[in-house]
């Protein structure tokens, strides 16, 4: 079995394409995360940052997705 390795940005293409079908503005991220800007939502989406374990699990629970259906695996 090969170690497993995130890739970034198609995890942050995920969470775009998930956001969008829940109908979330990327401000109602920010509010639901409680940050002062909207810059780590955009990080996460561009594949810059990924979510913190705690934000993944949050953002899965607020997507009703599990957290393995956000990240996607280098290939």
């Known amino acids: 079995m090969s170690y497993p390795v995130i890739d970034p940005v ?3 293409n995920r ?3 998930l956001r969008q079908s829940k109908g979330y503005s990327v401000v ?3 509010d639901y995360f409680g940050f002062a ?3 780590a ?3 996460w989406m561009r594949g810059d ?3 913190s374990l705690d934000n993944m699990f949050a953002l899965s629970l607020l ?3 599990p ?3 956000i990240i996607v695996m280098a290939s």
Do not use: H
Request: glycine share 4%; charged share 15%.
């Open 49 to 51: 940052t990924l979510p």
């Open 67 to 69: 957290v393995n259906d």
């Open 15 to 17: 969470i775009n394409v």
């Open 28 to 30: 109602e991220l920010q």
């Open 41 to 43: 939502i955009y990080k």
């Open 10 to 12: 198609a995890t942050g």
């Open 37 to 39: 800007t909207t810059n």
């Open 63 to 65: 997507l009703e997705v």
